[in-house]
């Protein structure tokens, strides 16, 4: 069986983190996690989901601060500025 070599770029803080994880799943090493990844793409037996990390929970005094300037905008206080377009809005940014 003739092979190739398949060269990635990356941190060496990330290939520590997912040879750590490799080896903690059951895998004899990175290599092989590489390896087992790259037949299920192959074969088109891969599905890839992306999942929303935990929301930030704000401090009691941020959510002061946002809750002041909701009720700002709400209430009239805010001085906001609309525009009917990004041609527009870009005139204004840039003076």
């Known amino acids: 069986m003739s ?29 092989e996690a590489v390896r087992v990844f790259l ?11 992306f999942e929303e990390e935990k929301a930030v929970q704000l401090s009691p005094k941020a959510i002061k601060r946002y809750d002041k300037i909701i009720d700002d905008i709400d209430s009239g206080k805010a001085k906001l500025k609309t525009f009917e377009n990004v041609s527009d809005l870009m005139k204004y940014l840039n003076k």
């Not at 070599?5 to 290599?31: C, D, H, N, W, Y």
């Not at 037949?39 to 989901?49: D, E, F, N, S």
């Open 3 to 31: 092979r190739t070599i398949l060269q990635v770029p990356m941190s060496p803080t990330l290939r520590k983190e997912a040879e750590k994880q490799a080896l903690a799943q059951g895998f004899s090493s990175l290599q």
């Open 39 to 49: 037949q299920k793409l192959a074969k088109g037996a891969l599905g890839i989901t």
